[in-house]
């Protein structure tokens, strides 16, 4: 079952049981998703790799403004945000803890054989990759950083 049509049964679940709020997030997700594919050199539908990216960035959007929202002492808003936030993870897959990161980082540096900090670019294009949607590119790279630098 593609991520739509999970996202379709779970819009009509809300709808059944009556929880707007949750309603809403899904359908902004759906939005994203129907804004995505309709994209000028879109194709037909997306690939599941496009619709993880796509949640991932609809996630740190929200959690980038329930920061900022915090920081106002909004937190009204801020609660929305972070509601929005929990639907969207339900979508993604397991995000990696900080130990598994560093493990990962472990394997590539050693893999490319990188000795400092000038080789950043190289381990982080390889750990991009292969934590793409498991783990936070920022995460990465404060990881990658401090492993190069020892």
């Known amino acids: 079952m593609s991520l739509k049509q999970q996202i379709d049964g779970d819009i009509k679940q809300a709808m059944l049981q009556k929880k707007k709020e949750e309603l809403t997030a899904l359908r902004a997700i759906k939005s994203a998703i129907l804004l995505a594919e309709t994209e000028k050199g879109a194709g037909e539908g997306l690939e599941s ?70 080789d950043m670019g190289k381990v982080m294009g390889s750990a991009s990759k292969e934590m793409s949607g498991k783990a936070d590119g920022k ?4 990881i990658v950083k401090k492993l190069l630098s020892n």
């Open 49 to 118: 790799e496009a619709e993880m990216k796509l949640l991932a960035k609809q996630a740190k959007q929200r959690k980038d403004s329930a920061d900022i929202y915090a920081k106002e002492g909004r937190d009204d808003l801020a609660s929305k945000e972070l509601f929005e936030l929990e639907i969207i993870n339900r979508y993604l897959p397991k995000q990696l803890s900080e130990t598994e990161i560093e493990e990962i980082v472990k394997g590539i540096i050693s893999k490319v054989g990188a000795s400092g900090r000038q």
């Open 139 to 142: 995460k990465i790279s404060e």
